[in-house]
């Protein structure tokens, strides 16, 4: 438990994802089975424990504490896990091991937890006793993804991510196996049906980079706005993934409900109403959800396009060339109305292919994908069978109004910048941008934000609204969570506009305008003043690698998409 | 004894209440002002925040140490500190504490606090009224950089509450030292920067290292210089110390800085630095996630809850009053186990000075 306890510690406090990797890699390198799976799995959200929930807690308070200064004390610290690890009495000292303190949260009943838990509390000592806490409750909130985590295994030096990943949804804590192999024992036996296979990703290109391509080679195919999935159904079992490899088929029991096929498909998962593709928006409604109500599963039906196929007919398909799967999957019969095949583009140049991607028919089209005609299927990122050609980003410009510190590298310097459009004459925030300039340019936005400090909370500085910064975004949605009632996917600061007045910059209906806008293109989206980046920016398009990393600002935060979901976030 | 000093205070109030009668009250003996509190039968104040003609000052922390006053009374250490902080005219006149000393009607002594160098409680007696020992800061964990704190009977004692919570039960500082040399191992290539107040936990993190064993140079932020050479001259053996001003040569080590230069630019000069920092603040979360602490160190130069409540159940006073921090959850301790127990509520201590 010690170990434990010291490595949420670090993984709390420490904001960089490499930093991260090397605490956890560390850990699991120099602990010892089972523990270390038990905390492997605590960490991938694999333990499935009985939750003690804050009224237990609170019961065990007040048996043991004066109530005014239990209450002083909560207060002060402002967390009831840690308000009791911090006031707990005990002689401390003892450990108990990772492993004994899972099995007792495992094997106890209801009537017996309150006495099992306060009888660890009194042999931990305080930093053991958080930890054992918020393994209790199963709030780790540590800023890890299940996907990071197994990251740091790849990091051991045994197998690569993309094998861990092909067998991780077949493994069970505390992994015995896993960690065998790791270290230069046998492959643990597929033993699950249905597993995750690692997806295969693509690269973005320009129009200039695709001049240096024969179009003749290549098909190209419409970029839903959906998120990427692999559906595999097998022997009876089904299972949907997300393309980092999460199991999200509790969110989505009506596709799943609909994989009547043997077989593990490619495609996008959308939300569809009577044919037509809904927005991202839709779709956001049902993700992160352990279930979903009857009422939105009517209301926000899910749909799937299938691009390529990896087994079907019980034959691996991936090593074969693209078209020969293509084949497959065009006689593919998938029993229903809900799935169907993502269309080829006709083309002849690669001039033709960007007159589609300028009007595509469907407002949730953010591109075109173009892929090798010869390629098999292969995991992971290789740069050249697969391309990304987005559509360019939105833009607005807004005014800075706050600014954070930065971490890690970006220590010292004001790097996370939430701005504001004009609505009436007040400037009313909009969101908030950690990327997108340059080092020179963070270095001079720097050098604004302390000369035009207006005001401090913290690590936060308010500033004098003088800079107007362009920010690009891939869309904006309603958000009822926003002061601004709109929340933007993906903004990042594109230009920084020293030249413009700050009461020349956009005013909120102008970003409100483009919510759901049916086309960018279109005349009423223009006429709204919708306007598209000239230049899209190196690092541009980046999300955080990990979402727990950024601190928000009194709701202004990006909307939260769960990590591993979505292509931006590579 | 001199009755002007009874009817106005040098914060120019009436000192209101009944007129007094033998034997002296305690509330007539020593009483809080906008000034700082007050002992009108010895003319001065304790630890004033605003200048005034005499001063008694309990040890070198800024919001305790104030410059400007007319005469200062404190420790040979503590009027050192003033000087290099303040300059050498920063009281007309000054007095070092060596035994105890008749001012006024009064009997005054100066006992160690084990809170900084040269910090100490006071002791107030008078022929015909309570004792009272105001502690100021106060520490009971062994602190290689000052003598360590004494008990000090007395009738009334006035204790500071930082840490006035049962919450706060502070870590060995070995322990947290550990931890940073954890740190520096799992990061060796990344510079470990410790927030630390420049006077007092800048040099007991320094000697704790030292203790620890670590034998490397440990660099300085330059606003830290001054104080900590002033400790070497005072005998405290604190190993190779260099001006933090040369990056690259710094890599992977230890500095220590204020930590208010992390919100400077001087940090920039730093690449992925560990920011570090020591302070009893740092067993709560949330405070360290407020300062942006990537490796929170428990290491206070206060007492926590366990070693506060020992005291008064050690000194058994008949009377506790409570100053600056968590005042209502030491009062409420008090009340819990049977000593009489008040908050003074002075204003203008630093709750964050720590």
Known sequence: ?570 | MRPAARCVNAAGQPADGPARSDPMRADDFLFPTDAGLFCPAGDFFIDPVRPVPRALITHGHGDHARAGHGAVMATRETLDIMAIRYGENFTAARQAADGPARIGGVEVSFHPAGHILGSAQIRLACDDGPVITVSGDYCRTPNLVCAPWEPVPCDIFVTEATFGLPVFKHPDPAHEIARLLASMAEFPGRAHLVGAYALGKAQRVIALLRQAGFEAPVHLHGAMQRLTDYHVEQGIPLGDLRPATTPKEIEGQVVIAPPSAFASPWVQRFRDPVICFASGWMAVRARARQRGVELPLVISDHVDWPQLTQTLAELRPEQVWVTHGAEEGVVRWCELNGLDARPLRLVGYEDEAE
């Open chain 1, 1 to 570: 438990m010690k170990a434990f306890a010291a490595l949420l510690e670090r993984l709390a406090f420490t904001p960089a994802r490499n930093a991260k990797l090397t605490i956890l890699q560390h850990y699991l390198e120099r602990t010892a089975d089972p523990d270390r799976g038990h905390a492997l799995a605590a960490l991938t959200g694999d333990l499935k424990l009985r939750a003690v929930t804050p009224g237990l807690l609170r019961g065990l308070a007040a048996e043991r504490f004066d109530e005014v200064l239990f209450a002083l004390s909560y207060d002060f610290v402002g967390d009831l896990a840690e308000t009791i690890a911090l006031i707990w009495e005990g002689p401390g000292g003892a450990d108990l091991p990772l492993a004994d303190a899972v099995r007792l949260l495992e094997t106890t009943g209801k009537a017996g937890l309150p006495a099992a838990i306060a009888g660890v509390l009194d042999r931990l000592g305080p930093s053991e006793r958080l930890a054992f806490l918020k393994l209790a409750t199963g709030n780790l909130r540590v800023g890890l993804s299940a996907r990071l985590a197994r990251t740091a295994l790849a990091q051991m030096g045994g197998p690569t991510l993309a094998e861990i990943e092909e067998i991780w949804h077949g493994l069970n804590p505390p992994y015995p196996e896993l960690f065998a192999w790791i270290e230069g024992g046998p492959r643990p036996d597929r033993a699950a049906l249905a597993p995750f296979r690692p997806v295969m990703l693509s690269t973005p290109i320009t129009l200039e980079e695709l001049r240096g391509l024969d179009p003749a080679e290549h098909i190209a195919e419409w970029k839903w706005d959906g998120i990427r999935v692999q559906a595999v159904s097998e022997g009876g079992v089904r299972r949907l993934y997300s393309r980092t490899g999460e199991d999200i088929s509790g969110a989505f029991p009506d596709l799943i409900d609909e994989m009547n096929w043997e077989g593990a498909v490619d495609g996008e998962l959308l939300v569809r109403r009577e044919g037509a593709v809904a927005t991202f928006n839709d779709l956001q409604q049902r993700l992160n959800r352990k279930t979903v109500s009857r009422a939105l599963l009517t209301s926000h039906p899910a749909g799937l396009r299938v691009y390529d196929l990896l087994i079907w007919g019980g034959a691996d398909l991936r090593p074969l060339p693209l078209i020969e799967r293509r084949k497959v999957l065009e006689a593919a019969d998938f029993r229903s109305d809900r799935i169907d095949i993502s269309q080829l583009l006709p083309f002849g140049t690669w001039d033709d292919l960007a007159a589609l991607r300028a009007e595509p028919p469907a407002p949730v089209i953010e591109g075109v994908m173009i892929k090798r005609r010869d390629a098999p299927y292969v995991g992971g990122r290789p740069r050249g069978p697969w391309f990304k050609w987005k559509r360019d980003p939105r833009v607005v410009d807004a005014v800075l109004m706050y600014a954070q510190r930065g971490h890690g590298r970006r220590s010292g310097f004001y790097s996370d910048f939430t701005f504001g459009l004009w609505s009436d004459d007040a400037l009313v925030p909009v969101g908030k941008a950690y990327f997108g300039f340059t080092d020179e340019e963070l270095r001079e936005l720097d050098r604004f934000v302390r000369a035009n400090t207006t005001e401090r909370f913290g690590p936060v500085r308010a500033v004098a609204p003088k800079l107007v910064v362009e920010v690009a975004f891939e869309g904006v949605n309603r958000s009822a969570r926003h002061k601004s009632g709109v929340a933007m996917r993906f903004p990042r600061i594109s230009r920084i506009r020293w030249d413009k007045p700050a009461a020349e910059a956009d005013r909120l209906e102008t970003l409100e305008a483009m919510i759901d806008t049916p086309n960018v293109f279109d005349a009423e989206g223009a006429r709204a003043g919708v306007r598209h980046g000239r230049t899209k920016r190196r690092g541009g398009g980046e999300a955080p690698q990990e979402a727990g990393a950024a601190r928000p600002l009194d709701g202004v935060e990006t909307p939260s998409i769960p990590a591993g979901y979505l292509d931006e976030e590579e």
